[in-house]
């Protein structure tokens, strides 16, 4: 069955799906993909806590070696910012190379 615009009817699984792919504002919610995650999502909240974890170590291990090896509080310092750069560098780059 179809009317004068060449609209089908009577196929209740497509209408679903319309309805389905639209959310309240009329637009199509396929075309966001993932962009639009809920923070709440334990996958992404466990990864950035991982992420996190592992700057601070790495950072706080740099700045250990400094006072381990005698610096003054001022090389310390600058070690362990540095260091915490480092990480955070380490960390785009391997989240940028494991997709």
């Known amino acids: 069955m179809s009317d004068e615009r060449g609209r089908t009817f009577g196929q209740k699984r497509e209408r679903t799906q319309d309805t389905r792919e639209r959310d309240r504002g009329g637009r199509n919610r396929r075309r966001r993909g993932r962009r639009g995650a809920s923070a709440r999502d334990p996958d992404i909240t466990g990864r950035r806590q991982l992420g996190a974890g592992f ?41 940028r190379i494991m997709g």
């Open 55 to 95: 700057v601070v170590l790495v950072g706080l291990s740099g700045g250990l070696m400094a006072i381990q090896g005698g610096a003054p509080l001022e090389v310390i310092g600058a070690v362990t910012l540095g260091s915490f750069l480092l990480g955070g560098g380490l960390l785009w780059y391997l989240s």
